[in-house]
């Protein structure tokens, strides 16, 4: 493994090839690749930009041409998240590093680039940045918006893709989608304390009664706690109404 991290610097966006990632953690192309498409897949579904996370591109390689996928910061640390290991650890640390000090590199000589300027260039540059501090302001609020009207919608018709969708956004205002998992434990924590019920009762009861009328055990694992929720509409309505308050917490809306 070589010690040389490259991020590319590609119209102010940093990013890394799958190539790179795949080289450092030890893991074959197709592999990593494979895994990016299964998460633009769920991206898509959930209707979230994947250009802000991989970005399809190609590479020749003796004459031939392959895909690979360029990926941002974000879309890096969603990709190795599931990597494991002591080796893996380091790398992710070292991916971090590089990152930060192309980042600054980056802002070091845009300031450096500025000073040089004429005065009248440099409140012509201000005055677009204004302008797009406006703009960007504006889609903030926009998002505000649609991220209300998300929550105020949620009701037990679609409870399952519309409390899917709250839950991958406040992991992602969060910080990253690795807290998915954290949010879901205490929503399913909060909906045994306040139904008074035990999902994890319920759901191997599920599996036994399955077992016994022979159904397959590849089935049988598939089963999770959003399963037992949609047999019983009281725990549907509880849990919608727990999801409805979490993203108000996490300031999703």
Known sequence: MSNLIKIINQEGNLVVSSREVARDFEKRHNDVVEAIENKIKNLTTENIVVGNYFIESEFNHKGNVYKEYLLTRDGFSFIVMG???????????????????????????????????????????????????????????????????????????????????????MAFYMGGYEHIEAIRKESYKLLDERMGVSLATRLTN???????????????????????????KKLIEGYTAIIKEMAIKYKVA
């Open 83 to 169: 990597f494991t290991g002591a080796k893996a650890d380091v790398w992710k640390l070292k991916y971090i590093e590089a990152f930060n000090k192309m980042e600054e590199a980056i802002k070091n000589n845009q300031s450096d680039m500025f000073s040089k300027l004429s005065p009248q260039t440099q409140v012509l540059i201000n005055l677009e940045l204004g302008l797009n501090e406006l703009k960007s302001d504006v889609n903030e609020a926009k998002q505000e918006i649609q991220d209300m009207r998300d929550v105020i919608k949620l009701d037990t018709t679609s409870w399952r893709k519309d409390t899917t969708n709250l839950v991958n956004k």
């Open 206 to 232: 599920k599996r036994r009664r399955m077992a016994d009328e022979g159904v397959s055990k590849s089935k049988r694992d598939k089963l999770n706690y959003l399963d037992i929720i949609a047999d019983d």
